[in-house]
Every structure is written in structure tokens, then in C-alpha cells.
């Protein structure tokens, strides 16, 4: 299932089932896991672990070194987990020894044409990055949120589970779980309730989380007040737990 004209090194691991297309290049220390799709035209480099079930679609890049002026050739990482769509001219950078050495994205990520995640990413499961959306390095992404096309991430951002950024929005804070952003800089536009209905939350959590929104922004309290409240309402609400958590361990301060 490898086209004759593609270009895989003796240094690799191809499990059974990976299909390579017409010119692709697989490079020394890529691992590829059983049932996962290449296109033609696509480049995989270094150290790259890719699980199986994967979609790769033509002209991605693969696990190239990190555009970072820091690095010296050091040996990272690239790990992918399994069952994630990679489109068109995707591309996505090996992590730096500045960081853990490593870019990660885990399972069911959907990463649409053009789409760049930078050195030291952490993406999640379930993912959704539309056309043009790009992460500078260091970001992380929790599960379940939605980046619109041409969302645009400052290095160390995080954005939480089940949260949604508009067309264009430039993140340059942390973007709390649940939440609706956009705009040059990110603001918050409420809760992402009807992404929270389609995944299945019920109608009192969504209410609980649209509380908590309201200490958030809504109430005059200071970040430290409201998130002390929100950590106090968490006791009963494991849903508010992830916010509380993603409160109490923002990087960058919290999109306000």
C-alpha cells in the first residue's frame, strides 16, 4: 500500500494497513500506526509517533523543526494519537527542549486546510480547527472546543473544554471552559449553550455554568473573588470543577 514514487526511510516503522501516497515523504524515526491514511505530496519528519486510524490529506508537513530561533537540532518530539482528520496544508512542529520536547495532539481532532499548530502544543480530543486557524507555541487546547477559521492563538494561551471562538478572533489570554470569544483581542460573548446542548450537557448544567458566567464578568467581583465563588459552587458540579481548575491554573490571566 505504498505508491512506488513515494520516498520511505529504512529508519521507520509503517504498521500493516498504512497506505502512502504518490511522492509522500517519510522520514527517519517516524512510526506509523495501523490504518492510517497518507496522501500524495505529504512530508513526515523526526521523531514522529502517529497512531492509527489517522486521515492525512495531501501537502501536510508533518513534524518539521520548530520555527524557534532556540533551536539547535536538539532531538523532540511529535505524538499523535488516533482517529484525527489532518487537511490539506496542515502544518504541525516537533516541541523544544525550552518546553517538555514535545508537540502533542491526542484523538478525534479535525484539523481543517491550512491550519498550524506551532512547537510545544498540548490539543486534546475532539477538536475542531477550522481553515486558517493557527497556534503560536506553547498553546493548549482542552477538550471538545471549536477554533473558527482564522482564530489566531498568542504563545502560552490555553482554551478550555467546550468553548467556541468566532471568525477571526485573536486570543492573546486564556479562554475559560464553556465560553463564547471573538474579536481583536478575544472578549467574552457568553456561554457556548448551544455547543453545550449538542454535547449533551442538560439544561441545569447549562444553567449552573451561565451562573458561574455571571460571577465571571457579570458581578464587579475580582478574578481571585469570583473564581473563589466559582470554586466554592464546583463542590457540587463537576462541570464547574473543570472551570474552577482552569481558573486557579491560567498562564497568560484570563480573557476579561
Known amino acids: 500500500m505504498i505508491h512506488p514514487s513515494a520516498v520511505v526511510d529504512a529508519d521507520c516503522e509503517i504498521a500493516e494497513g498504512v497506505g502512502i501516497g504518490p511522492f509522500s515523504v517519510i522520514g527517519a524515526g517516524v512510526r506509523i500506526g495501523k490504518g492510517t491514511s497518507i496522501a500524495s505530496h505529504v512530508v513526515i519528519q523526526g521523531k514522529t509517533t502517529i497512531g492509527e486510524e489517522n486521515r492525512i490529506f495531501q501537502f501536510s508537513s508533518i513534524g518539521e523543526i520548530p520555527q524557534d530561533k532556540k533551536y539547535s537540532g536538539e532531538e523532540t518530539l511529535l505524538q499523535i494519537g488516533d482517529r484525527n482528520t489532518i487537511r490539506e496544508y496542515v502544518t504541525i512542529h516537533r516541541g523544544t527542549v525550552q518546553d517538555q520536547g514535545e508537540t502533542r495532539i491526542g484523538n478525534d481532532n479535525l484539523l481543517m486546510a491550512y491550519t498550524h499548530v506551532a512547537h510545544d502544543c498540548m490539543l486534546k480530543d475532539h477538536i475542531i480547527m477550522s481553515n486558517g486557524a493557527s497556534l503560536a507555541g506553547h498553546v493548549v487546547i482542552d477538550d471538545y472546543a471549536i477554533l473558527s477559521g482564522f482564530t489566531l492563538v498568542h504563545q502560552f494561551c490555553s482554551i478550555g473544554a ?95
Open 162 to 256: 467546550h468553548s467556541f471562538t468566532a471568525m477571526g478572533t485573536a486570543v492573546n489570554r486564556d479562554i475559560p471552559p464553556y465560553l463564547l470569544a471573538a474579536g481583536s483581542p478575544a472578549a467574552p460573548r457568553g456561554v457556548n449553550s448551544e455547543g453545550l446542548k449538542r454535547s449533551g450537557f442538560d439544561a441545569e448544567t447549562v444553567r449552573h455554568i451561565k451562573d458561574a458566567y455571571k460571577l465571571l464578568y457579570h458581578s464587579g467581583l475580582k478574578l481571585s473573588e469570583a473564581a473563589e465563588q466559582i470554586a466554592v459552587l464546583a463542590a457540587d458540579s463537576p462541570q464547574l470543577a473543570v472551570m474552577a481548575d482552569f481558573l486557579q491554573n491560567s498562564r497568560r490571566s484570563i480573557m476579561r
